[in-house]
């Protein structure tokens, strides 16, 4: 089975597995799972151009034919890349550049050592590692995933939360301007009750006056004296008519407790 179709069994897409083989030049199974999962959720580059793999003797003198080279069959040719470092062998140059960019190592040799094919034994055990480290890595994006769900979601409640305070507060506000509104508009209606009331007790007495000086002129006693507040009475404003033309005469009372005065129309042949 091809090192892609073991790839496709374990659930990885066609067109990253084709990233992860050109990126390694071919290298195997387990440099192509280590780019695949070191470069979960990157996009896919644009087509690169074609690539040789190193380890294929015949591919390497076939891509120098068509670059119109010549090949020396006495030329050694390096089967691996060692690093100088560490010891470990890698099939190809992608191979250790990635090895180089995990472990900082910076000293690598060309070697003709030949990497050693895996065994099925080997290629299962590398299977259930790589399925074990996606299951890691997917489990670790779950949880921050989850996080960040958990964040935005406190966010949104928070500004629901914002919101709907301000609509409280702003019902409120608007109850207690209602409430502001009616307190002012019954005490205005207290007072105006208040002074309507004086105004009718005031003409109560003012006619109860009235009736018993009307009496005591016809039957020839003394006019009592009043027992309310002597009012101001102010002149009507000179119209510019005689009395006799005007049929009715206006009066306007000010009395001495205050209040708004009181005004009376009378006929103009009437006696005070």
């Not at 195997?28 to 074609?50: F, R, S, T, W, Y």
């Not at 591919?59 to 089967?79: C, E, N, P, Y």
């Not at 890349?81 to 060309?110: L, P, V, Y």
């Not at 406190?154 to 409280?168: L, M, N, P, S, V």
């Amino acid at each position: 089975m091809s090192d892609k179709q073991q790839l496709l069994d374990m659930g990885f897409d066609s067109a990253r597995i084709d990233w992860a083989l050109r990126a390694t030049n071919k290298a195997g199974l387990q440099p192509a799972m280590d780019h695949l999962l070191a470069n979960v959720g990157k996009p896919i580059p644009e087509a690169m151009d074609e690539q040789i793999d190193e380890d294929d003797e015949e591919a390497v003198r076939a891509h120098i034919k068509k670059l119109g080279g010549t090949v020396d069959d006495s030329d050694a040719v390096a089967k691996s890349i060692k690093c100088s470092e560490c010891g470990k062998i890698f099939r190809s140059q992608a191979t250790a550049s990635f090895h180089a960019e995990k472990s900082g190592h910076d000293q690598f040799e060309e070697s003709t050592e030949e990497i050693k094919p895996l065994t099925e034994e080997e290629k299962k055990a590398k299977l259930q590692e790589l399925r074990e480290k996606l299951a890691i890595k997917r489990a670790a994006q779950s949880k921050e995933d989850e996080k960040a769900n958990r964040a935005n979601e406190a966010i949104r409640r928070k500004a629901g939360q914002d919101t709907t305070k301000i609509r409280e507060d702003l019902k409120l506000k608007e109850a207690l301007q209602d409430a502001e509104q009616k307190k002012r508009e019954k005490l205005e209606d207290r007072k105006a009750r208040a002074a309507i009331k004086a105004q009718i007790e005031a003409d109560k007495r003012e006619r109860a006056e009235k009736a018993a000086r009307e009496k005591a002129l016809r039957e020839g006693k003394a006019i009592p004296t009043s027992s309310s507040p002597v009012p101001t009475i102010v002149p009507k404003a000179d119209t510019g008519l005689k009395s006799s033309e005007n049929p009715e005469t206006r009066l306007q009372i000010r009395l001495a407790t205050g209040g708004a005065p009181m005004t009376k129309t009378f006929p103009s042949d009437n006696s005070m």
